[in-house]
């Protein structure tokens, strides 16, 4: 249901900018957000986006250089990552549902290495 895509190697410091793509029918009403996770721990929650795209939050230590949107012409919710540091290596996963806290799809994930 969700295809993630834009996952890859960056040197500390540089950006990348990771899409998540879906059918119209669940894109619309839905909300979307970003988890991620590491070998060995549980999924941390990133970045989330509203149905109307007007309201976004953002885990607090990666504010001001992680941004969430929509393309409601793409169907696609897209997660901008500027000022990567090798901390936020993992693997990105994009989930939905009419609550991100408890979504009804996931992702299956991209890997995000930083080095």
């Known amino acids: 249901q969700l295809v993630e895509s834009g996952g890859g190697s960056v040197q500390a410091g540089g950006s990348l900018r990771l899409s998540c793509t879906t059918s119209?029918?669940?894109?619309?009403?839905?909300?979307f957000g970003w988890f991620r996770q590491t070998p060995g721990k549980g999924p941390e929650w990133v970045a989330t986006i509203n149905n109307s795209g007007r309201t976004t939050y953002i885990a607090d230590m990666l504010k001001g250089r992680f941004t969430i949107s929509r393309d409601n012409d793409r169907n696609t919710v897209s997660l901008q990552m500027d000022r990567l540091k090798p901390e936020d290596t993992a693997v990105y996963y994009c989930?939905?549902?009419?609550?991100?806290?408890?979504?009804?799809?996931w992702g299956q994930g991209t890997q995000v290495t930083v080095s």
């Open positions: 119209r029918a669940v894109y619309t009403d839905n909300c």
């Open positions: 989930a939905t549902g009419a609550v991100v806290a408890a979504p009804d799809y």
